[in-house]
């Protein structure tokens, strides 16, 4: 089933067009949304709750158009969106007191035991909080409003490795029973390779890829060469870099040739988003 | 229980080694017909991998005939007998002789080589 559907999303800034973004997200799975900053991430995931009017697209929640349902499907959705600090010198108990008159399913008994959960003081004040607490208690209002979809933005970024790999597994244990999904914006990649079930690649704009990480990374190759297997190689090549005993490039698996006396290994996600992105910078450079 | 140990550094697909291993646990008789295997999900938070890959991995090795799934109830091992076993195990090694064998040829090494290598370690 679709938790979340995107439909040929447009959005036109001056500087920045946001074109034809499609994706789907399966109930109960973890997806990560990855691009370079700039890329995207943070107006689509704005985009899909509305935060900023897209000029086109449909979006679909649990099968439900979201522009004519968006007070219900608002009550399904728990948010965070970095930089947003609430009120900073007032308690959590006191934000939470404003939080909870949004939602019709709000649940005290679950907010209490989130907070419990996560090591949580209410009297706590916004400020106080790290990093890793910001995240948590975005969660717990979700968790108590019975949020099915998660829309993080950056959840990761900030947070030391320890933290973050804490983090990495309440996602893993919130989607366990199938009944929730998690999008996640991040550009660190890492915090990918292990958990996320789907990855969406953004850059400039478009959609590159949503796939399965699995088929994502099966997609692509890395290859590495002397330099004399270059010249037969480049057509082929997403983009390349050159050092003084050969080349490294990115290629699609399909048009990877035979014959040729290369190393190829299956890239990381970073590896894929760093020769995409110099793919758009070489582009750009042949313009000018 | 199963044991699964996973190297992220092997090179070799995540899958690929759940898939490895269970089987291996199967074909030694370390699992027995009927016992049940982890829900995807909780081996998938447990073993903090994605579902997808998990799944996978179950898949084929329901495909390969080694675990039957019931709905609702999740996945257990099938019911093998020793000739079934003994035909799997063959089989599964018969894939990754083909495989190493290769890998033996491009590095030169004539069957005498071969042989009194694998003898020598057999010890």
């Known amino acids: ?288 | 229980m199963i044991d699964i140990v996973i190297s992220n550094t092997s090179g070799i697909p995540i899958y690929q080694q759940i898939l490895d291993q269970i089987s291996a646990q199967i074909i030694k008789g370390e699992m027995h017909p009927g016992d049940s295997l982890p829900a995807i999900r909780t081996a998938a938070k447990e073993l903090r991998i994605s579902v997808i890959t998990v799944k996978k991995a179950w898949e084929e090795l329901e495909r390969a005939g080694l675990i039957y799934s019931m709905v609702g109830k999740g996945c257990f091992v099938a019911e093998l007998s020793g000739g079934d076993l003994s035909e799997k195990r063959n089989e599964l090694f018969g894939r990754r002789m083909d495989k190493d064998f290769a890998y033996y040829k491009e590095l030169g090494l004539s069957l005498e080589e071969i042989i009194k290598a694998i003898e020598a370690r057999y010890r």
């Open chain 1, 1 to 288: 089933m679709d938790m979340l559907k995107v439909t040929n999303l447009n959005k036109r800034y001056e500087k920045f067009h946001l074109k034809d973004v499609s994706f789907t997200l399966d109930k109960g799975y973890i997806m990560g949304f990855i691009g370079a900053n700039g890329a995207g991430k943070t107006t689509t995931l704005k985009s899909i709750l509305g935060l900023v009017h897209a000029d086109s697209g449909e979006i679909s929640v649990l099968g439900n158009d979201f522009a004519q349902n968006e007070m219900a499907l608002k009550q399904q959705i728990g948010f965070m969106f970095g930089g947003v600090d609430y009120y900073a010198k007032q308690r959590m108990s006191a934000v939470t007191d404003v939080v909870r008159r949004f939602y019709q399913t709000w649940d005290d008994a679950e907010y209490q035991r989130c907070l419990k959960k996560f090591d949580l003081d209410e009297n706590k004040k916004i400020e106080e909080l790290s990093d890793g607490m910001k995240v948590k208690y975005a969660l717990t209002l979700a968790l108590s409003h019975k949020a099915e979809l998660f829309l993080l933005d950056e959840p990761t970024s900030g947070l030391d490795p320890v933290a973050r790999d804490e983090l990495l597994e309440l996602f893993q244990e919130l989607i366990e029973d199938g009944d929730r999904s998690i999008l996640f914006s991040t550009h660190i990649t890492s915090d990918l390779e292990k958990c996320a079930d789907f990855i969406t690649y953004i850059e400039n704009g478009r959609i590159v890829a949503s796939e399965t990480k699995d088929d994502l990374i099966a997609m692509y190759r890395i290859v590495k060469g002397a330099k004399n297997e270059l010249e037969r190689i480049r057509p082929n090549l997403i983009s390349y870099k050159k050092h003084s005993f050969g080349f490294t490039g990115l290629i699609k698996t399909d048009n990877l040739p035979g014959g040729m006396d290369l190393v190829a290994e299956a890239p990381t996600l970073e590896e894929i988003m760093i020769y995409h992105a110099k793919k758009e910078a070489d582009n750009e450079t042949a313009v000018i």
